[in-house]
Structures are given as structure tokens and as C-alpha cells.
């Protein structure tokens, strides 16, 4: 991970890595269950962190709906401690 600071997001250098696939796919899934929608993560192209109480995870990625279009969002994921504990705070499309 990248060295973070308290307060500010900081840019990871390996956007592609496993734990913020992981982490992506935690958001697309909890993001179809609360809205009953059917995205596919396709790519994550770029993640911020923020050291709060645990960390936020801004995750900039490409998802694809059930027609088969695709379209980027900004989703943050909260960490608290343990990967275990995860909560998606928000995930908004991005404008193109």
C-alpha cells in the first residue's frame, strides 16, 4: 500500500492490485443488493486512500450492466481494522 497520511487522500501506484480488486468487488456487489441491479466489475483504474479511524477506499472503476454497457464510478469503501469489516459509503457514476 502507499505510504498514507492522516486527513488526505493519498494515490495507491498499483491501482490492478488484489486487494483493491477485492475490495471493488465488495463495492459492485453491495451496490447490486441495495439496488437490485446486475453490474459486473471490469476494471479498477485508479484507488485513493484516506487514514481516518480505519481507512477510506476511493475506488475509480468500470463496471457493465446487463446490456452489456459500460460505465465508470466512484465508489468508497470503509475499512475498519480487519478486512472482515467493510461498509460501501457511497458509489456514484462518474461523469463522461
Known amino acids: 500500500m502507499a505510504a498514507e497520511k492522516v486527513g488526505g487522500y493519498t494515490t495507491v501506484p498499483n491501482p490492478g492490485a488484489p486487494?483493491?480488486?477485492?475490495?471493488?468487488?465488495?463495492?459492485?456487489?453491495?451496490?447490486?443488493?441495495?439496488n437490485n441491479l446486475s453490474l459486473t466489475l471490469?476494471?479498477?483504474?485508479?484507488?485513493?486512500?484516506?487514514?481516518?479511524?480505519?481507512?477510506?477506499?476511493?475506488?475509480?472503476?468500470?463496471?457493465?450492466?446487463?446490456?452489456?454497457?459500460?460505465?465508470?464510478?466512484?465508489?468508497?469503501?470503509?475499512s475498519q481494522a480487519a478486512p472482515t469489516s467493510l461498509q460501501l459509503t457511497s458509489f456514484d457514476p462518474l461523469l463522461k
Open 19 to 34: 486487494e483493491y480488486l477485492q475490495l471493488a468487488t465488495f463495492a459492485v456487489s453491495e451496490y447490486n443488493k441495495k
Open 42 to 78: 471490469e476494471s479498477v483504474f485508479r484507488v485513493d486512500t484516506q487514514v481516518v479511524a480505519g481507512v477510506n477506499y476511493k475506488l475509480f472503476l468500470t463496471a457493465r450492466d446487463e446490456r452489456r454497457n459500460s460505465n465508470n464510478y466512484a465508489a468508497v469503501v470503509y
